[in-house]
């Protein structure tokens, strides 16, 4: 089945930017909605973005509003997460997710068939 494999996580300052890359192998039919969550230690995981099949579309939780950035290149079968002004508080383990369906109805794990292994992101002075 679909394989995701995240890559662009390390070790920054906070105000830095990182951009993660999410690529997706193996079989699929069509393209779907892909989601960013991360997970920090002792904390639930926590929603951050998605963006439906086409781009057209996206969603973001309050916390990254204004400052993260969701795009994709379906051509390359990436979807990118552009993080910019990060605060200590971004880090986590960043996945992404492919959605059952075609559109983002929400930033719920249960919405979401396929994760990657994930990415460290560590935003430190």
């Known amino acids: 089945q679909l394989q995701l494999v995240e890559s662009g996580g390390g070790l920054v300052q906070p105000g830095g930017s990182l951009r993660l890359s999410c690529v997706a192998s193996?079989?699929?039919?069509?393209?779907?909605?892909i989601g960013w969550f991360r997970q920090a230690p002792g904390k639930e995981r926590e929603g951050v973005s998605c963006?439906?099949?086409?781009?057209?579309?996206?969603v973001y939780a309050d916390s990254v509003k204004g400052r993260f950035t969701v795009s994709r290149d379906n051509a390359k079968y990436t979807v990118y997460l552009q993080m910019n002004s990060l605060k200590p508080e971004d880090t986590g383990v960043y996945y992404c997710?492919?959605?059952?369906?075609?559109?983002?109805?929400?930033?719920?794990?249960?919405?979401?068939?396929?994760w990657g292994q994930g990415t460290q992101v560590t935003v430190s002075s």
């Open positions: 997710a492919e959605s059952r369906i075609y559109y983002c109805s929400g930033l719920t794990s249960r919405e979401y068939n396929y």
């Open positions: 193996g079989f699929t039919k069509d393209y779907r909605a």
């Open positions: 963006i439906s099949s086409g781009g057209g579309s996206t």
